[in-house]
Protein backbone atom coordinates (compact mmCIF):
# COMPACT_ATOMS: atom_id res chain seq x y z
CA UNK A 1 0.00 0.00 0.00
CA UNK A 2 1.50 3.76 -1.07
CA UNK A 3 2.16 5.97 2.22
CA UNK A 4 -0.07 8.70 1.68
CA UNK A 5 1.50 12.12 -0.11
CA UNK A 6 1.18 15.33 1.86
CA UNK A 7 -1.36 17.58 -0.26
CA UNK A 8 1.07 19.99 0.59
CA UNK A 9 4.56 18.74 -1.85
CA UNK A 10 2.03 16.92 -4.25
CA UNK A 11 -0.18 19.80 -5.22
CA UNK A 12 1.88 22.98 -7.07
CA UNK A 13 -0.02 26.26 -8.49
CA UNK A 14 -2.83 28.18 -7.58
CA UNK A 15 -5.41 26.17 -5.83
CA UNK A 16 -2.78 24.39 -3.94
CA UNK A 17 -4.58 24.44 0.12
CA UNK A 18 -6.77 27.06 -0.41
CA UNK A 19 -9.99 26.20 2.09
CA UNK A 20 -8.85 23.22 3.00
CA UNK A 21 -8.43 21.74 6.75
CA UNK A 22 -6.39 19.19 7.84
CA UNK A 23 -9.45 16.89 8.26
CA UNK A 24 -10.10 17.06 3.95
CA UNK A 25 -6.00 15.79 3.51
CA UNK A 26 -6.97 12.49 3.85
CA UNK A 27 -10.15 12.46 1.98
CA UNK A 28 -9.14 15.33 -1.23
CA UNK A 29 -8.76 13.69 -4.60
CA UNK A 30 -6.01 16.14 -7.22
CA UNK A 31 -7.60 16.41 -10.42
CA UNK A 32 -5.14 16.37 -14.09
CA UNK A 33 -5.76 17.87 -17.13
CA UNK A 34 -6.03 16.60 -20.36
CA UNK A 35 -6.02 18.44 -23.73
CA UNK A 36 -9.03 17.76 -25.80
CA UNK A 37 -9.43 15.24 -27.14
CA UNK A 38 -7.93 13.30 -25.31
CA UNK A 39 -10.27 12.20 -22.80
CA UNK A 40 -12.34 11.00 -25.15
CA UNK A 41 -10.02 8.48 -26.15
CA UNK A 42 -9.66 7.26 -22.14
CA UNK A 43 -13.83 7.22 -22.02
CA UNK A 44 -14.58 5.68 -25.42
CA UNK A 45 -11.56 4.39 -27.41
CA UNK A 46 -9.72 2.22 -24.73
CA UNK A 47 -6.79 4.76 -23.86
CA UNK A 48 -4.95 3.75 -20.49
CA UNK A 49 -1.73 5.19 -20.88
CA UNK A 50 -1.47 8.95 -20.49
CA UNK A 51 2.10 10.70 -22.02
CA UNK A 52 3.82 12.83 -19.68
CA UNK A 53 7.25 14.14 -20.22
CA UNK A 54 7.65 14.38 -16.73
CA UNK A 55 7.13 11.34 -13.61
CA UNK A 56 4.03 11.49 -11.58
CA UNK A 57 4.61 13.67 -8.57
CA UNK A 58 5.96 12.15 -5.60
CA UNK A 59 5.33 8.31 -7.20
CA UNK A 60 1.34 8.98 -6.51
CA UNK A 61 -0.67 6.37 -6.62
CA UNK A 62 -4.38 6.80 -6.07
CA UNK A 63 -7.75 8.46 -7.45
CA UNK A 64 -7.63 11.65 -9.51
CA UNK A 65 -10.18 13.52 -11.08
CA UNK A 66 -9.99 13.45 -15.24
CA UNK A 67 -10.13 17.83 -16.78
CA UNK A 68 -10.75 18.53 -20.12
CA UNK A 69 -8.43 21.63 -20.71
CA UNK A 70 -10.01 24.11 -22.44
CA UNK A 71 -7.79 24.59 -26.16
CA UNK A 72 -5.92 22.17 -28.42
CA UNK A 73 -4.35 21.92 -31.46
CA UNK A 74 -5.92 21.16 -34.94
CA UNK A 75 -2.19 18.78 -34.93
CA UNK A 76 -3.50 17.22 -31.61
CA UNK A 77 -6.91 16.60 -32.13
CA UNK A 78 -6.07 14.83 -35.95
CA UNK A 79 -3.60 12.95 -34.19
CA UNK A 80 -5.85 11.32 -31.85
CA UNK A 81 -8.26 10.41 -34.33
CA UNK A 82 -6.11 8.96 -36.58
CA UNK A 83 -4.80 6.70 -33.11
CA UNK A 84 -8.02 5.79 -32.53
CA UNK A 85 -9.16 4.89 -36.10
CA UNK A 86 -6.13 2.23 -35.63
CA UNK A 87 -6.36 1.31 -31.96
CA UNK A 88 -10.61 1.41 -31.51
CA UNK A 89 -12.03 1.57 -35.15
CA UNK A 90 -15.45 0.26 -34.11
CA UNK A 91 -15.63 3.61 -31.95
CA UNK A 92 -17.14 7.28 -33.31
CA UNK A 93 -14.73 10.21 -32.63
CA UNK A 94 -16.07 13.84 -33.45
CA UNK A 95 -14.55 15.51 -36.87
CA UNK A 96 -12.22 18.65 -35.62
CA UNK A 97 -14.05 20.12 -38.40
CA UNK A 98 -17.28 20.24 -36.09
CA UNK A 99 -15.25 22.58 -33.74
CA UNK A 100 -13.30 24.53 -35.41
CA UNK A 101 -14.11 28.69 -35.66
CA UNK A 102 -15.27 30.23 -39.17
CA UNK A 103 -12.12 31.19 -41.43
CA UNK A 104 -11.89 33.70 -43.89
CA UNK A 105 -11.05 32.30 -47.47
CA UNK A 106 -7.00 32.96 -47.46
CA UNK A 107 -7.37 30.64 -44.39
CA UNK A 108 -9.42 27.66 -45.82
CA UNK A 109 -6.50 25.51 -46.31
CA UNK A 110 -5.57 23.34 -42.99
CA UNK A 111 -3.19 24.71 -40.42
CA UNK A 112 -2.04 22.27 -38.04
CA UNK A 113 -1.65 24.66 -35.22
CA UNK A 114 -5.11 26.42 -35.05
CA UNK A 115 -6.24 26.58 -31.86
CA UNK A 116 -9.56 24.94 -30.76
CA UNK A 117 -11.47 26.20 -28.06
CA UNK A 118 -13.63 24.13 -26.47
CA UNK A 119 -15.13 24.47 -22.28
CA UNK A 120 -13.26 23.15 -19.53
CA UNK A 121 -14.49 20.82 -17.33
CA UNK A 122 -14.72 17.70 -15.48
CA UNK A 123 -15.52 14.56 -17.22
CA UNK A 124 -14.74 11.62 -15.01
CA UNK A 125 -12.47 9.84 -13.06
CA UNK A 126 -9.57 7.13 -12.85
CA UNK A 127 -6.87 5.33 -10.90
CA UNK A 128 -3.05 5.70 -11.66
CA UNK A 129 -1.93 2.56 -11.02
CA UNK A 130 1.70 2.78 -12.18
CA UNK A 131 3.93 4.39 -14.41
CA UNK A 132 6.73 3.21 -17.28
CA UNK A 133 8.83 4.76 -19.55
CA UNK A 134 9.38 4.84 -23.47
CA UNK A 135 12.66 5.97 -24.21
CA UNK A 136 13.82 8.05 -27.26
CA UNK A 137 15.12 5.26 -29.03
CA UNK A 138 12.50 3.36 -28.54
CA UNK A 139 9.34 3.17 -30.97
CA UNK A 140 5.88 4.60 -30.27
CA UNK A 141 3.51 2.10 -29.91
CA UNK A 142 -0.22 2.22 -29.67
CA UNK A 143 -0.97 4.65 -27.51
CA UNK A 144 2.46 4.85 -26.09
CA UNK A 145 4.95 7.99 -27.46
CA UNK A 146 8.38 7.56 -27.28
CA UNK A 147 10.41 9.64 -25.22
CA UNK A 148 7.49 10.17 -22.67
CA UNK A 149 6.90 8.21 -19.10
CA UNK A 150 3.30 6.69 -19.30
CA UNK A 151 1.28 6.88 -16.35
CA UNK A 152 -1.13 3.89 -16.28
CA UNK A 153 -5.15 4.50 -15.75
CA UNK A 154 -7.32 2.20 -14.32
CA UNK A 155 -10.91 1.86 -13.31
CA UNK A 156 -12.35 4.93 -15.58
CA UNK A 157 -15.72 6.18 -15.53
CA UNK A 158 -17.33 9.24 -17.24
CA UNK A 159 -19.71 11.36 -15.48
CA UNK A 160 -23.25 11.68 -16.80
CA UNK A 161 -22.63 15.57 -17.03
CA UNK A 162 -19.42 17.91 -16.97
CA UNK A 163 -18.75 19.64 -14.29
CA UNK A 164 -17.30 23.04 -15.75
CA UNK A 165 -14.65 24.88 -13.86
CA UNK A 166 -10.95 25.85 -15.26
CA UNK A 167 -8.14 23.71 -14.85
CA UNK A 168 -4.06 23.97 -13.97
CA UNK A 169 -1.05 22.11 -14.68
CA UNK A 170 -0.16 19.04 -13.27
CA UNK A 171 -1.54 17.69 -10.61
CA UNK A 172 -3.32 20.08 -8.96
CA UNK A 173 -5.82 20.23 -5.70
CA UNK A 174 -9.63 21.47 -7.20
CA UNK A 175 -11.42 23.82 -4.31
CA UNK A 176 -13.48 22.82 -1.98
CA UNK A 177 -16.59 24.00 -3.14
CA UNK A 178 -15.48 22.20 -6.55
CA UNK A 179 -14.44 18.77 -4.75
CA UNK A 180 -17.92 18.77 -3.31
CA UNK A 181 -19.53 19.46 -6.62
CA UNK A 182 -17.43 16.60 -8.13
CA UNK A 183 -18.20 13.67 -5.42
CA UNK A 184 -21.99 14.78 -5.40
CA UNK A 185 -21.68 14.15 -9.56
CA UNK A 186 -19.62 11.30 -9.25
CA UNK A 187 -22.07 9.20 -6.48
CA UNK A 188 -24.90 10.55 -8.93
CA UNK A 189 -23.61 8.26 -12.07
CA UNK A 190 -22.36 5.70 -9.77
CA UNK A 191 -25.58 5.27 -8.43
CA UNK A 192 -24.73 6.34 -4.78
CA UNK A 193 -21.82 3.39 -5.08
CA UNK A 194 -18.05 4.93 -5.73
CA UNK A 195 -14.92 3.35 -4.71
CA UNK A 196 -13.74 6.31 -2.21
CA UNK A 197 -14.83 8.26 0.76
CA UNK A 198 -17.29 10.97 0.77
CA UNK A 199 -18.56 12.07 3.84
CA UNK A 200 -16.84 15.05 4.17
CA UNK A 201 -17.86 16.25 1.15
CA UNK A 202 -21.54 15.17 0.59
CA UNK A 203 -23.94 15.52 3.19
Known amino acids: MTRPVNPSR ?20 PALSFSPPWPHTIFHCGKRDENRKTRRPHNYHGWIWIHQSSTTTREQWEL ?8 APDEWFPPVEAFLPPTAPRHNRPRPKQRIHLPAAFLGFARIVGCSYLTPAEPSVGWKFSGHYQWKLADVVEFDEPVFAGGALGLWLPTPLEQAALFATALRTCK ?12
Open 192 to 203: NSVPFETSLWVG
Open 80 to 87: AQSLAAQL
Open 10 to 29: LVKGRRQLYGFTREHFGHYI
